[in-house]
């Protein structure tokens, strides 16, 4: 049943991607790529603390989520491929940007899930 969920799952982050892909084409700064990591950093650290803990929600959903969805969603390959085109252009200062923003912002983000997660989780406990 776990290949079935991130199976299914995967397909539906890959699309998401390549949706965004079509929305926000790369011209000089790979803003899609950039997109997908820092959400998916996000909503990756939410998957991990709201649901993964939660003994209502199959283990089997989550890993679905998690390794499927964000997996297939966010994509390091695709980031080391458009700094190295960039470094070969000579955008030698859109790549560092591009470099310290993903990397900066996705601690960020994983970090906003985790207070995010924290506050939901507070709010159910005293609900």
């Known amino acids: ?5 991130v199976g299914v799952f995967s397909a539906l982050g890959g699309m998401s991607r390549y949706a965004i892909s079509l929305i926000l084409p790369a011209a000089t700064f790979p803003a899609a790529t950039l997109t997908v990591n820092l959400l998916g950093c996000f909503l990756l650290a939410i998957v991990n603390q709201i649901l993964a803990e939660n003994e209502k929600i199959p283990a089997a959903l989550v890993a679905g989520m998690g390794t499927g969805f964000v997996g297939a969603f966010t994509t390091f390959s695709t980031f080391s491929v458009d700094n190295i085109r960039l470094l070969m252009a000579g955008h030698y200062g859109t790549a560092i940007s591009y470099m310290l923003i993903s990397l900066i912002g996705g601690l960020l983000m994983a970090a ?12 159910r406990r005293a609900a």
């Open 112 to 123: 906003l899930g985790y207070l995010v997660a924290a506050k939901y989780r507070a709010r």
């Open 1 to 5: 049943m776990f290949y079935l969920y």
